[in-house]
Nanobody, 119 residues
Framework: QVQLVESGGGLVQAGGSLRLSCAASGPSFSSYAMAWFRQAPGKEREFVAAIGSGGTPYYADSMKGRFTISRDNAKNTVYLQMNSLKPEDTAVYYC?????????????WGQGTQVTVSS
């Protein structure tokens, strides 16, 4: 069982930056593929970025060049650095974990953290 706790969300002006953190508890964090999803009001949940157990990152096209996902296995933590934020990035951001492989339906989800970008 993996428990995920996100932090770092908040209100930021367009063009600003935020760094989200996700602390994981449970065994074998390094064997989990980690990912961020987001859901804006009235919209479907969408994939943001993922990082495999080996450290290879993957991004949704609209996030490439602006967002960076990373992990620190020693701290059981995954990060999402978000730069050049836009109002359309406003959403609840969820941290997820899935054993061994990246999945569009990961097994474990955090409670979410709100990111609001003002214009």
């Amino acid at each position: 069982q993996v428990q995920l706790v996100e932090s770092g969300g908040g209100l930021v002006q367009a063009g600003g930056s935020l760094r989200l953190s996700c602390a994981a508890s449970g065994p074998s964090f390094s064997s989990y593929a980690m990912a961020w999803f987001r859901q804006a009001p009235g919209k479907e949940r969408e994939f943001v970025a993922a990082i495999g157990s080996g450290g290879t990152p993957y991004y949704a096209d609209s996030m490439k060049g602006r967002f960076t996902i990373s992990r620190d296995n020693a701290k059981n933590t995954v990060y999402l650095q978000m730069n050049s934020l836009k109002p359309e990035d406003t959403a609840v951001y969820y941290c997820t974990a899935n054993r061994l492989v990246i999945s569009t339906t990961p097994n474990y989800w955090g409670q979410g953290t709100q990111v609001t970008v003002s214009s």
